[in-house]
């Protein structure tokens, strides 16, 4: 055990017929993953949780390595990407109604020493938040042509909320040459909550919203949980949503 624990939840919403959202929280191997499915009404589930069962398989043998210094986060967080889109490229050549069906995830790792780094890898625009003295800071950036419109001075943030091709992403798990991950590294304090989470949050709370229910009275991360969750649905929940909150013991 390293000291941080993960609290995950995860619901259908109101529009959708199907969850295509999985998680895994992996607390004694210091690995926690959101992913969100997409392709198809069956495959974007089976994408979704063949991700997460590939970080779960081999959540032992990269907690081993990264005890013993084998091998470096980065690299270990990679493998473990490269596997996952792997095994989902597999699925989909054993059935042809799987055929394109993809999934976005993002992991976090942390490895406790004296100073605790937190590892990230996202694909998609399954995102990570750190709250840090009542500041929500984004840690990851979209794969998705919103988020190129939007570096590139085409949107606005304003217009991007209803543009049409919101929810095209440019990588993903399960697509040819589409799955490369974007890996990060950053200091954590013991105070520390980190966010993960599938877009059915976001596309139903902004960074305001998501920021007042973790600062609010409550700061259980199950509480944090439930309430993040609830405020999605009750705005309209548009999407699956699913929320992974890390917290220090």
């Known amino acids: 055990m390293n000291g941080w624990f993960g609290i995950g939840r995860s619901e259908i919403g109101r529009v959708r017929t199907m969850n295509q959202d999985a998680f895994a929280v992996l607390d004694r191997m210091g690995l926690w993953a959101v992913a969100d499915g997409m392709g198809g009404h069956v495959g974007g589930e089976i994408a979704a949780q063949t991700a997460i069962a590939t970080v779960q398989t081999h959540s032992a043998s990269f907690s081993e390595q990264l005890r013993t210094g084998s091998a470096s986060p980065t690299d270990l967080l990679t493998d473990l990407i490269s596997r996952a889109h792997e095994a989902i ?21 942390i490895v406790p020493d ?16 750190r709250l840090r003295s009542g500041t929500l800071t984004q840690l990851t ?34 697509i040819p040459s589409a799955a490369k991950p974007t890996i990060s590294a950053f200091p954590l304090q013991e105070d520390d909550l ?3 989470c599938s877009d059915g949050l976001t596309k139903m709370l902004d960074d305001e919203a998501i920021r007042a229910t973790f600062t609010g009275d409550e700061t259980e991360p199950s509480h944090i949980c439930n309430r993040l969750i609830t405020a999605a649905i009750d705005r309209g929940g548009e999407d699956n949503v699913t929320v992974v909150v890390v917290a220090h013991r």
């Open 194 to 196: 980190i966010l993960l």
């Open 89 to 109: 490229l597999d699925r989909a050549r054993s059935k042809s109604k799987l055929k394109g069906m993809g999934t976005t995830l993002v992991l976090l790792a």
């Open 141 to 174: 950036k979209d794969h998705s042509l919103i988020e190129k419109y939007l570096e590139r001075g085409i949107l606005t943030p304003e217009m991007a909320k209803t543009h049409p091709e919101r929810h095209v992403l440019t990588r993903a798990l399960g």
């Open 114 to 129: 004296q100073t605790p780094m937190a590892y990230l890898a996202h694909v998609g625009d399954s995102r990570a938040y």
